[in-house]
């Protein structure tokens, strides 16, 4: 499309034009439209009657297409310039994205000479189920940190929910980059550690002697850095959707406090205080960074400790003054950070999880609403961190011994006191198993450009930028690959997904590089190869390399 | 007639006079009507109005002309309106054919008057046996023999859907695989592919909200997803055409199909007469104009649902010998009228040759309105026409002037000329054309050709290949062989087709076309291969290997390099 004329032409990728959260049934005659709406943002002011007239449509919408689609209503809309999505997380309760596709703007001139501004649109390089994604993970972080909308209006009314939608969704609401609704950014899956046999024993042994000690801890997660180690034994009840949103949660907490320990060694080094808490800080930001390269774009995972803080305000003023302090005490991510407040002051991060289905393979897809509302759990979440190894534990709010306990600074005390004196060995064990994950395979992860996710279990493995990036002293970044590709990955990604009887996939783009997703067992391989004079049979050679090694690790 | 139908077709000569026309001799010269349901717009003459026509067929079932008029009666609801305004042609029985002298009067002849019943027959199973194939995937496929031929006056009084009754709010109604509407940017609705347009007003007022909204905003709606369904909308100035589907075709295809029925209602109104109707009254109810078309909307609907040429954007040929095809090719210029624009031959949907002007190709969405037209009605069968046609690239301003003849059982001579008064000439050239092809022989090899299924895989001899789609991009023109086992059945050939639509889809992305497409299945291995030249899509058993896959396919285009020739038109005579 590229004119001789053309003097200049200005990529704008796409932008939010406005966000909204609403449900018809709370205002059912035209006096009252105004009560659908429970939340709502937009890149510029609004009026309210212009918000109204796009919640008339997005209903209008979702009505018309039930006529014809009435399990199923109205996914997304495709105009011209602009992408709608929708979801219903609970029924009737509809969050609603309107998006300004990117485009680009090009300046050229007519037959006449005149400059003239041609601007083209593009559709395909926002990908729906993508965003999707974003909208499904959005909700989910809300639901395990503030419970379903519906038990929030039930119990404390709608301007309560109003109030909590604010506040969990304004931070990022905005920050979404919506060309980045990639693979790498949208298969969240999560990974994993591969363990010895000697050390898988270790660690479980670990586990259960914590939970001897204290048996009011339902559950036990283990992490090194930010891998999974060990996630229960098999009867656990935490979904894995659950445990992602866990876990992004856990994530930028995880890497702030490595940060910080980090700015803490060096500041022991130079004795220039000031200077580097200054240091300190800014570190602390771009470590974050790193990570919202990852998940700021689709997962909220930088708004839920916000929101935390938000709700917990006492929380968050007491890790940031532990992190002025630098105490090497305060080893609690999440939980008090000084171990000689009053059990007052202690506020308990509250989750609502619910209860794993067992049977169901396709966990990752969103349970329905029923099961959201009658399989929620509440529970209390402490996550604790020595050196490279979190524990996560989960308190039942349910039992009694678990409610006084989580409010029970003795508690706090104790479990750190035991943690302090009780895990070196298992650090040490972890942490050969780790240096010895990454000699594995550092080769494969240098030559082949993939990714490989294990359905059942949610592991993920790449070698691809940013994947690779969050190993943190991985020693390269990971692999990169061009836009183009990273959208055609994406493309063969929800074929894969939305035919389930394929097996393979192979394509050959006009610009020659290959794209490959393989799947068997629930695992699915996806391999980049962007060599020019390749074949179809050397392609397959590459792939089938690679699948016996995912196998290898996998089995592991 | 109502005093909007005369203002409209008087004020139509103005409007095709004030056009530009391609060149003089192309210009279109007559007046429009709505064809071709008018084509025959001879007034029945037992009755006082064609409206009745049926009746008079039932009570005077042995009046000879009464078949001509019961045919008219089945693919034209009214045609009144063009009765009425212009001169009619009477016929009498056996051949006694007397023309109007007005240039607009349109002329058929009746072959066998007495063979009404079998017409019937015929038609009513062409009617019905559209939608079936379409329905696949659908529990509900009816086989031909299903479908009873009874007789009953209140049934066969006009051309009447399969699915013409069903209430829109129904949800046998919502549940049909694929919709299409057409309704006028006020809002009214012109077509429904299942249903009746008078009972869907109330969805159609909704589309038109819906794209006015976004109108409003300075943009388009394109295309919205709903669980299984895909709502793909195509905005032509006073027309919205829209496609409710759960096949799974792509939006580009489903937005493909929406042009050609655009085009197919061009063709019968030229883009002139369209924009000026609804210049002089937004309001206006098209069906009025288009009443009796709807047979060539529903066959073309259902074709584009199982016919790979639309997707392809390309036509088939009949396979035979580049001798056979010469000969044929070189008798039709021989004989060919004056004034002619193209000349053709076609069998089932496929061309069997093509003779046009030097500086005039003809360009495969029309050759597909060309097709449809001739397999929307079985007139065609019976009688001579002459019918006015517009072909929207051709140029979709002015009509041009079709004479429809079968000069076998199965093969259709067609020639097409600018000029509306050239009947007589196209009928001798037919009778030279049938004389000196029975000749020498070829009538009857061109027969048999026709009657061929098309060749089968088993011709081939290449290993593992199940069946292929080869569009030669230098011809325009693709070839497949006929759907044998595993995909003799009409559910298992619909599958297959969606594989087709699948691989097409994602090798034509606009943004990120490709040049391999590979993929395996539970049951098929699809290979989609582009290059410069050519575009293969090759389906193989699921165990087949990459190198057993690669060399077949190399076998596959090594034949079809030696067959070339008789593949495909190479090289048509040109004037």
Request: charged share 25%; aromatic share 10%; proline share 4%.
């Amino acid at each position: 499309m590229e004119t001789p004329s053309s003097y200049g032409s200005v990529a704008v990728p796409p932008s939010l034009n406005h966000f909204a959260i609403y449900n018809p049934t709370f205002g059912p005659t035209e006096e009252t439209q105004q009560d659908q709406l429970l939340y709502y943002v937009a890149k510029k002011t609004v009026p309210m009657d212009v918000k109204m007239r796009q919640i008339g449509l997005a209903q209008g919408l979702i009505n018309f297409t039930r006529a014809f689609s009435p399990i199923k209503a109205c996914e997304n809309v495709h105009t011209q310039k602009n992408r709608m999505v929708f979801h219903e997380p609970e029924k009737d309760y509809w969050i609603y994205v309107s998006i300004e596709l990117g485009h680009i703007k090009k300046l050229t001139k007519d037959k006449d000479g005149k400059p003239k501004t041609v601007v083209e649109y593009f559709d395909s390089n926002l990908h729906d189920s993508g965003i999707k994604r974003m909208l499904e993970m959005g909700y989910e972080m809300y639901r395990v940190f503030n419970g379903t909308f519906d038990s929030t209006v039930k119990t404390l009314g709608v301007k309560a929910l109003k109030i909590k939608l604010e506040e969990f969704f304004s931070n990022w609401v905005l920050e979404w980059e919506f060309d980045k609704t990639e693979l790498t950014k949208t298969i969240d899956g999560i990974f994993y550690l591969p363990l010895s046999n000697s050390a898988i024993s270790k660690v479980s042994s670990f586990v259960e002697q914590i939970q001897m000690e204290y048996k009011f801890i339902s559950e036990i997660i283990v992490l090194w850095q930010n891998k999974l180690v060990y996630n229960g034994d098999g009867n656990r009840s935490i979904s894995e959707n659950d445990l992602k949103c866990i876990l992004r949660h856990l994530d930028p907490l995880i890497s702030e406090k490595d940060a910080l320990e980090r700015g803490q060694e060096k500041k022991k080094k130079s004795k220039e205080a000031e200077k580097l808490s200054l240091k300190g800080f800014t570190r602390n930001f771009s470590g974050s960074n790193l990570f919202s390269y990852f998940s700021s774009t689709i997962s909220p995972s930088t708004s839920p400790p916000n929101n935390t803080y938000a709700s917990n305000s006492s929380n968050q003023h007491d890790t940031s003054h532990s992190s002025s302090n630098l105490t090497p005490s305060t080893n609690f991510l999440l939980g008090p950070s000084h171990l000689n407040v009053d059990d007052s002051d202690i506020k308990p991060l509250k989750v609502y999880l619910t209860k794993k289905v067992t049977g169901h393979l396709n966990d990752d897809i969103t349970e329905t609403d029923d099961e959201y509302e009658s399989n929620i759990e509440e529970y209390f979440l402490v996550a604790y961190k020595q050196n490279d190894l979190t524990l996560v534990f989960l308190i039942p709010n349910s039992l009694p011994e678990g409610y006084t306990k989580a409010y029970d600074k003795t508690f706090y005390k104790s479990i750190h006191e035991y943690l302090s004196s009780h895990s070196d060995d298992i650090i040490k064990i972890l942490n050969e198993d780790y240096e010895h994950s990454i000699k594995l395979g550092s080769d494969t992860d240098k030559e082949y450009r993939y990714v490989f996710f294990n359905k059942l279990n949610l592991a993920i493995k790449s070698s691809l930028y940013p994947f690779n990036a969050s190993n943190g002293t991985s020693s390269s970044k990971g692999l990169t690959i061009t836009g183009e590709m990273a959208h055609a990955l994406y493309d063969l990604h929800e074929d894969l997904e939305k035919y389930p009887h394929l097996t393979e996939i192979y394509t050959r783009s006009t610009t020659n590089f290959w794209i490959v997703g393989k799947r068997s067992n629930g695992r699915v391989l996806y391999v980049v190869v962007p060599k020019k004079e390749v074949s179809l049979m050397e392609v397959e050679d590459d792939v089938r390399k690679l699948s016996n090694l995912c196998d290898t690790i996998n089995s592991s | 007639m109502s005093p909007i139908m005369e203002e409209i077709l008087s004020d139509s000569n103005s409007i095709l006079t004030s056009d530009e026309p391609l060149s003089p001799t192309l210009q279109p010269q007559r007046r429009l009507k709505s064809r071709p349901t008018t084509q025959i717009s001879f007034d029945a003459y037992s009755s006082s109005s064609s409206g009745s026509s049926i009746k008079s067929f039932n009570t005077t079932p042995n009046k000879v002309d009464t078949g001509a008029d019961y045919l008219l009666g089945l693919i034209s609801k009214s045609n009144s309106n063009s009765a009425t305004s212009s001169e009619r042609t009477k016929i009498s029985p056996f051949h006694n054919v007397k023309i109007g002298k007005r240039p607009h009067s349109k002329i058929m002849l009746t072959k066998e008057a007495s063979s009404e019943e079998e017409e019937l027959a015929q038609q009513n199973i062409c009617i019905d046996s559209d939608v079936p194939l379409d329905n696949n995937g659908d529990d509900s496929i009816i086989s031909r023999n299903d479908i009873s031929v009874t007789l009953d006056d209140k049934e066969y009084s006009g051309y009447r859907r399969k699915y013409g009754h069903e209430d829109p709010q129904s949800i046998t109604w919502s549940r049909h695989r694929k919709h299409f509407f057409i309704l006028s940017s006020a809002g009214k609705p012109i077509y429904t592919r299942y249903g009746d347009e008078s009972r869907i007003s109330s969805y159609m007022g909704v589309i038109q909200a819906i794209v006015s909204f976004f109108a409003d905003a300075d943009d388009t709606i394109r295309c919205i997803n709903a669980g299984q369904h895909k709502l793909v909308f195509l905005l032509k100035g006073p027309l919205y055409l829209v496609a409710v589907s759960r096949t799974n075709e792509s939006e580009m295809q489903l937005r493909d199909q929406l042009s050609y029925l655009y085009n197919q209602i061009v063709s019968v109104l030229t883009t002139t007469q369209l924009t000026k109707i609804f210049e002089q009254r937004v309001n206006f109810d098209l069906r009025r104009l288009l009443g009796g078309t709807e047979p060539f909307l529903d066959n073309l609907a259902s074709t584009m649902s199982d016919e790979p040429g639309f997707m392809f954007s390309s036509i088939q040929c009949v396979r035979m010998s580049k001798d056979l095809r010469d000969k044929v090719g070189s008798i039709m210029q021989s004989i060919k009228p004056k004034d002619l624009l193209y000349a053709m031959l076609i069998t089932n949907n496929k061309l069997l040759t093509l003779l046009r002007p030097r500086k005039h190709s003809l360009h495969p969405a029309d050759l597909h309105l060309v097709f449809n037209m001739v397999n929307g009605s079985s007139t065609f069968r019976s009688v001579e026409s002459w019918t006015p046609i517009c072909l929207p690239k051709f140029n979709n301003k002015g009509f041009l002037h079709a004479y429809v003849c079968y000069i076998a059982s199965n093969v259709c001579l067609l020639f097409i000329s600018p000029d509306k008064d050239k009947f007589f000439e196209c009928s001798e050239a037919k009778n030279l054309l049938k004389e000196e092809l029975s000749a020498c022989n070829a009538l009857q090899e061109i027969e048999k050709a026709s009657q061929n299924e098309g060749y089968s895989i088993a011709d081939i001899g290449v290993p593992g290949l199940r069946h292929f789609i080869y569009k030669s991009r230098t011809h325009v023109q693709y070839t497949s062989p006929a759907f044998v086992a595993p995909y003799g059945d009409p559910r298992e050939k619909q599958k297959l087709y969606k594989l087709y639509c699948y691989t097409h889809d994602r090798m034509h992305s606009r943004l990120r076309p490709l040049k391999v497409h590979y993929y395996v299945s539970s049951t098929e291995t699809i290979l989609g291969w582009i290059t410069c030249s050519f575009e293969l899509y090759a389906v193989f058993g699921p165990l087949i290997s990459k190198s057993a896959l690669t060399s077949s396919s190399h076998t596959l285009l090594r034949w079809i390099k030696k067959e070339e020739e008789s593949l495909f038109i190479v090289s048509s005579p040109v004037f």
